[in-house]
């Protein structure tokens, strides 16, 4: 994997292999980025990283000047590699080994941007339930952006504060908001 923009421009970084992750991958990375970069000036967002595997899309967000970023993955062997490289890189990233959905229902922190990467065998209802907490509790920002990157075949965009989806190959990220939902109802 690597950085694309930002301090860290171009630098390569490789993850241990025995990790369980599917690391996004570059082009659908550059295309994430491209379309955040029309809502978001990145410096100082607080940013929330679900099911986080390698910190692929956090050394993004902080190599472009976003602090603090909060990692979560249920993974010993993710968190340490996630760290290692935050102390490496001297980023404003923290580590959390935790199971998501329960740190969802416990967590009472607001984030302007959350990215939750879920693998993509888990069942519809569990990718609904990541909304679901997500707005329930109140876990973003109001002018904040949830994404949830999933595969092509699950579709998320029948729930509530559904902003717009973009697919990439066989990825597909699906974009939630408060705003959006607001201008539904008038």
């Known amino acids: 994997m690597r950085i694309i923009s930002g301090k860290f421009k171009g630098r390569r ?9 599917r690391p996004t991958t570059d082009m659908a990375k550059e295309a994430l980025f491209n ?6 000036n990145f410096s100082e967002l607080k ?4 099911f ?3 910190g692929n899309i956090s050394y993004e967000f902080a190599s472009r000047g976003s ?3 909060l990692c979560i993955d249920a993974d010993f062997g993710c968190v340490n590699y996630i760290k ?10 923290t580590a959390i080994k935790s199971d998501v959905f329960k740190f969802l229902e416990k967590n009472n922190s607001t984030y302007d941007l959350i990215f939750a990467d879920p693998p ?4 519809q209802k569990d990718f609904e339930k990541i909304v679901q907490l997500t707005f329930e509790n109140e876990l973003l920002d109001e002018v904040g952006m949830l994404i949830v990157e ?3 075949d699950t579709k998320l965009d029948h729930l509530g504060y559904f902003s717009f989806v973009r697919t990439y190959g066989g990825t597909a990220f699906s974009f939630f908001e408060y705003e959006n939902d607001e201008e539904e109802d008038e």
């Open 13 to 21: 970084l490789q993850a241990p292999k025995n990790l369980p992750v």
């Open 35 to 40: 379309i955040l970069n029309n809502h978001f």
């Open 47 to 50: 940013i929330l990283d679900l």
């Open 52 to 54: 986080a595997g390698t």
């Open 67 to 69: 602090a603090p970023i």
């Open 84 to 93: 290692k490289i935050a102390n490496e890189l001297d980023f404003d990233i």
């Open 120 to 123: 993509y065998h888990l069942e």
């Open 150 to 152: 999933h595969s092509k």
